[in-house]
């Protein structure tokens, strides 16, 4: 069966330090990854998307990056974090070539930009 | 512009009664309609679905949701309201023309609360 990992589930970090937030997922191959950001604790905002290594598609212009060095792992990065930079991120996964099936979610990292 | 809306942030209802949780979209184009559901400090689970055919779909939970063309709605229907049902609600519109990136368009969410 197939699971996806997000980590670490907290992270209190200062303003202007780095950011590195983790995911893999098991049990597929070339899944299409996911990174939304949830802002208290309402909607959901696609920051990024991969549909294979090294394909990183940007939905919104900001301060973080995303990369995917491996099949199932994707990264969500920041040189510097910002206050505006706190919120609930979440990774997930779709299967390829299915078309209309649905996103997997992880569990999620709760960010604090102090 | 495609785009999801859910006019209530909360609904409140007593266990054992049917509940709704309201969803309207507009796309251009076929709807995919989704509805997932989001526990405190979790990520969000699937319920159910819309693609195509019978506008009445059941999934997990004992939910469903009607599909209605003609106003545009995808609401989420439960006959009898369990106090662990209480949780935020997400209703998705997938992007009609996006290949197969599941790129889904998320409404703002309704917290249901189920009171005993």
């Known amino acids: 069966s197939q699971t996806i990992h997000q980590w670490p589930a907290t992270l209190v970090q200062p303003v202007g330090s780095p950011l590195s937030l983790e995911c893999t997922v098991e049990?597929?191959?070339?899944?299409?990854l996911y990174w939304y950001r949830q802002a208290a604790g309402r909607g959901l905002q696609l920051l990024f998307y991969?549909?294979?290594?090294?394909?990183i598609s940007s939905e919104v212009p900001q301060n973080l990056s995303a990369s995917r060095p491996q099949d199932r792992q994707f990264i969500l990065s920041s040189k510097k974090l910002l206050l505006s930079d706190s919120g609930f991120y979440l990774c997930?996964?779709?299967?390829?070539?299915?078309?209309?099936?649905?996103?997997?979610f992880g569990s999620g990292t709760q960010l604090s930009v102090l | 512009a495609q785009s999801v809306a859910q006019p209530e942030d909360q609904v409140n209802v007593a266990e054992g009664n049917p509940l709704t949780v309201k969803c309207t979209y507009s796309?251009?184009?076929?709807?995919?309609l989704f509805w997932y559901v989001q526990y405190p400090n979790r990520g969000l689970q699937f319920l159910l679905k819309?693609?195509?055919?019978?506008?009445l779909v059941k999934g997990s939970y004992g939910f469903e949701a009607e599909f209605n063309k003609s106003q545009t709605s995808f609401h989420l229907k439960k006959p009898s309201a369990l106090v662990s049902d209480s949780a935020l609600y997400f209703c998705?519109?997938?992007?009609?023309?996006?290949?197969?990136?599941?790129?889904?368009?998320f409404g703002q969410g309704t917290t249901l609360q189920v009171k005993p």
């Open positions: 997930a996964w779709h299967r390829t070539g299915e078309i209309y099936g649905k996103l997997f």
């Open positions: 049990g597929t191959s070339n899944p299409n």
């Open positions: 991969s549909v294979g290594i090294g394909q």
């Open positions: 796309v251009s184009g076929n709807p995919y």
């Open positions: 819309y693609i195509t055919g019978d506008n």
């Open positions: 998705a519109v997938r992007t009609y023309g996006s290949s197969n990136t599941g790129k889904l368009i």
